[in-house]
């Protein structure tokens, strides 16, 4: 299976089971899809295919250019870098008996904010539930839970979630130092990670998330007034002014990295390159913009209208990007870094985020569920921590999740980039963890594409 297209003047041609990038001249980007025609149809020979294409009409260039680019495409298709078969549809069923150990959890250290998203899935913090906040106790459980069930493994991952986290900072440090504790011991190594959206931070917090945090997720939308509209206070006032100062002195200390700006975009701002290029005016070099999910009913929810625009938009903000790497100004977009030459292993590739077997979600109370968009639907909840996994059934069923499991995932190009999407966006869309959500599907495909120019505009 190839992809081409043309972006910003580059003719790139994906190879997509062999995860071959060309970049090429147009003469060998017509070229290519007649040849794979022929081979598949059984034509296999140089010489035949450069007559067969010499004899049609709409190649530019010389006979000799076309046997040149003719030449050079076989080369390729010898070599497995174009044209290749799938070779992994058979490795997934073995990778699916597979003994999965836990290697990530999502805390809810706060099923509590304060702030008021409109968009927000967890309610407020409350994950249509009610407002509580974990115990140590539980919380010391859950470690032991994740190095209990990790295996082998030594690096352990740990993300300390919300509704807003820091309004139980007390059991968040002393969950950190409850897992430090553990590391020598039992062979780990703990990553811990924090979500905020800024409104309890000051120097003491900033002061430990430095020593301690791995990462940090800072939540802005971008602009003040896209901000302010769609992330205010309970009583309506706006967090913009209150956070700003705060993310830039969190992103200063951290000398710019192992911290994201994380927004989100709506049907308010499609015009959202805007708010990605304002954090990155302020000094932000790493940051996330992400489209909303939200059900259709939603004033905010992104429609099927909006897609040609929300596509320009990402176009936009690549060649802008590229630009200013040039200038001496990049700055990293989250959905357009992208490996080519490693990037994640096979499996990854195949089955994404390890939601449910890998990765799980842990409630104030200590139940388990396959990730933090599942919390609340007791259709999901799979165990807790004291007893641990009691539904082998959804753990099986989220191990078989992959993007041969997914219909709409077989011919997409980008299946091995995106891993076929988000389960919970599937489930919340389509009733069932392995269809796609369709909309979510578009935007990755253009991200992808706008991701590989930029690689290939940087060579």
């Not at 988000?422 to 979510?440: E, K, P, R």
Request: hydrophobic letters at 35%; charged letters at 25%.
């Amino acid at each position: 299976m190839i992809h081409q297209y043309i972006n910003n003047g580059y003719h790139i041609v994906i190879d997509v089971n062999s995860g071959s990038v060309h970049v090429v001249d147009e003469l060998t980007y017509l070229i290519i899809p007649r040849m794979e025609e022929m081979i598949q149809a059984g034509t296999t020979d140089l010489g035949q295919i450069v007559e067969e294409l010499l004899a049609k009409d709409g190649l530019p260039g010389t006979k000799e250019q076309v046997r040149e680019a003719a030449g050079e495409v076989y080369e390729l298709w010898k070599a497995g870098q174009l044209f290749a078969p799938d070779v992994y549809e058979d490795y997934i069923y073995d990778f699916k008996k597979r003994k999965t150990v836990v290697k990530a959890l999502c805390l809810h250290v706060a099923h509590d904010c304060n702030l008021a998203c409109k968009y927000c899935f967890a309610e407020e913090g409350e994950y249509h539930g009610r407002r509580a906040l974990m115990s140590f106790e539980v919380g010391k459980k859950a470690l032991d839970f994740l190095v209990a069930n990790s295996g082998s493994r030594v690096n352990l991952e740990v993300d300390f979630f919300g509704g807003e986290p820091l309004m139980n900072w007390q059991v968040v440090k002393d969950l950190v130092a409850y897992g430090r504790s553990l590391e020598e011991e039992h062979h780990k190594k703990f990553r811990f990670t924090l979500t905020t959206n800024g409104i309890l931070l000051d120097d003491e917090v900033l002061s430990f998330v430095n020593r301690e945090m791995g990462n940090v997720v800072l939540s802005i939308d971008g602009r003040k007034e896209v901000n302010d509209k769609m992330r205010p206070f309970r009583g309506g006032q706006g967090s913009y002014d209150v956070i700003m100062p705060k993310f830039r002195k969190v992103a200063e200390s951290r000398g710019e990295t192992n911290y994201y700006v994380r927004g989100t975009f709506t049907h308010e701002n499609l015009d959202f390159s805007k708010d990605v290029l304002h954090l990155a005016d302020l000094g932000f070099q790493q940051i996330s913009v992400e489209p909303v999910v939200a059900p259709p009913t939603a004033s905010y929810a992104i429609r099927d209208e909006d897609l040609p625009q929300l596509k320009e938009e990402y176009d936009k903000l690549a060649v802008e990007m590229l630009k200013r790497g040039k200038e001496g100004r990049g700055f990293n977009f989250f959905h357009f870094m992208i490996d080519l030459k490693g990037g994640p292993c096979v499996a990854k590739r195949l089955s994404g985020c390890g939601s449910g077997t890998e990765y799980l979600a842990v409630t104030p109370w200590g139940d388990l569920y396959p990730c933090h968009q599942f919390v609340g639907n007791e259709d999901f909840l799979m165990g807790n921590v004291e007893e641990g996994i009691l539904r082998e059934d959804l753990r099986d069923e989220f191990k078989c999740c992959n993007v041969y499991a997914k219909e709409k995932c077989r011919k997409c190009f980008a299946k091995f980039y995106c891993s076929g999407g988000c389960a919970a966006n599937s489930y919340n869309f389509h009733g069932n963890i392995n269809d796609a959500y369709d909309v979510g599907c578009e935007l990755e495909r253009k991200r992808v594409e706008c991701a590989i120019m930029l690689k290939a505009a940087q060579e």
